[in-house]
């Protein structure tokens, strides 16, 4: 019995999987309600094993990729960037557009006491680079990506001088670190399991009927910017039927981004993904981690929705340069959010700045964004992580199409 389930479990896909996890856990919060507590262990172990692995992945992946890196060799780095900075600017524009069409309203509630919120967009681009010049050992532990990528660029760089036993070295170490990660992967099932029971059996998603139109209009947004605008963006580099890639994309990676809520979590998944997507490991390697500390359309989404219905309930007329200022807020402020849980909320203090909103009304559109924070910020990560993978693909997949290459099929 045992041994058919394991072989059942190495011949089935790993989606197939997770759908079965995602019923069963549903199941689980309805008819067992007391089972939440040992089974949300099983999603905190395994969130907590992909967020302890992904730094250290990323840190080494990185500078071996650098460190290998042959000179003359072509990679797609500079155009991964722009697609995230088009993504972005474009999430943003679709807020806007969708909060101008469906105002919403929200009925204030008592905001949580959230500390280290930016008063301006220097502040948030202080921060950055306050990130990207911390001490690499506390940069590791904190999974502080910014400051991880900028160290292993640095050493990455450096290597490219050292010994070739050197080199092959990390690059072995990468390998290895990556069939860590591959095993951790196997189990998200059972993390996902964990995730789900605890969610649906908490009894806090009786909240989110009394913000539903809010709601409609955020998860709205993100939907339309997945399926139509990340399409035509991808479109525009590869001149062929975007679908399968975006089907593909959101299938594996935003399916467990969603649960993990967590941007940086999702990074192995991702770097798993685009190994099979046979995209170039020298530009995944880096785009990815990269994507996760800056490509924020689903933050940009929440920055805009959420300032624009603070604007709406306090009666604040926007004219459109204040909307297209909005939304160039927005994108910077989404590109400085951190990518764990929740990390786009604290922004919305700064966007709601430019209506004249004062701190303490944005503080409770801070609270708002938690009490729905169980679909938004789920939805958000979701989209976040697999524009990631999308646009590093589509990006290889142009430079593929430039050359004459045959395209690996999905």
Known sequence: MLNALLDWLNRSSLVLQIVIALVAGVLVAWLWPAAAQPA??????????????????????????????????????????????LGTLAAACVGVAASVLFPSVIHFREAPV????????????????????????????EANYIGVLAWAVALGTALR??????????????????????????????????????????GGTAALWDYAH?????????????????????????????????????????????????SAA????????????????????????????????????????LSLAAAHTLGIAVDIPTAILLCIVASVCACGASGVAGGSLLLIPLACSLFGISNDVAMQVVGVGYVIGVIQDSTETALNSSTDVLFTAAASRAAQRRLGQAVPQL
């Open 214 to 262: 809010l709601l409609l209009v955020l998860v709205g947004s993100m939907a339309f910017v997945a399926l139509v605008v990340n399409p035509l963006i991808v479109w525009t580099q590869i001149r062929r039927n975007p679908y399968p890639l975006v089907l593909t994309c959101l299938r594996e990676s935003a399916l467990t981004a969603f649960f993990t809520r967590s």
């Open 266 to 305: 999702n990074i192995p998944v991702n770097l798993a993904l685009a190994k099979r997507l046979q995209l170039d490991e020298e530009t995944y390697s880096i785009s990815i981690p990269l994507g996760a500390t800056i490509n924020m359309a689903g933050a940009a989404v929440t920055i805009s929705v």
């Open 161 to 202: 001088h050292a010994s070739q036993s050197t080199r092959t070295m990390i690059e072995d170490l990468g390998k290895a670190l990556t069939r860590v990660i591959q095993g951790v992967i196997r189990l998200a099932p059972l993390g996902i399991f964990g995730l789900v029971v605890a969610t649906f059996s908490s």
């Open 114 to 141: 959230t500390q280290g919120v930016p008063g301006e967009i220097g502040q948030v681009l202080m921060n950055v680079v306050h990130s990207a010049v911390d001490n690499p050992v506390r940069a590791l532990m």
């Open 40 to 85: 949300s262990m099983l999603g905190t172990l395994f969130i907590s094993a992909l967020k302890a692995v992904a730094p250290v992945l990323v840190f080494v992946l990185v500078i071996a990729a650098i460190g290998n890196h042959r000179p003359g060799q072509e990679t797609q780095i500079k155009p991964v960037l722009w697609l995230y900075v």
